[in-house]
């Protein structure tokens, strides 16, 4: 069991130093997590906060606080949704779309210069590696999803509290 435990106790520290790292070039106003909701905002733009939530598989309160950040910086704005006042949609201002540039800009050359340890197989290997793993997951939670579905279902929707 001890084999199977090592790589991904490995990659989990990996992880851990990419998030280190990669915090360094960010800049003063990035925090944890900033960047992929503002990546995210900006591929889906006009997004209700529980699409937020569910596209980056975060809790609504850790998102809660995360867009009022964003909002009192000024890189967001949130307007109540036109149909439905209950929903809140999200979109980036400009200094936002300007933010995200820069955080790709930074970025870029942090990756080239991480990955220049590697060879070119070593990187497509890694690659296929991590999305064997990937794929596995994402199979493994259908799975789990249709289970869960299965047995509401089965019980007539009832929880059981």
Known sequence: MKEQEQPLECLFRLMRALRRGQSHHHGPHHFHGYGRLMETIAGHEGASARELTELLDIRPSSLSEMLSRLETQGDIRRQ??????RISRVWLT???QRRIKEQKENRHPYQKALLNCLSEQETQQLNTICQKLIDC???EQKEECLCRQEAREECGGRTGF
């Open 137 to 139: 997951l994402e199979k």
């Open 80 to 85: 109540r949704d036109e149909k439905d006042a």
């Open 94 to 96: 400009e200094q936002g």
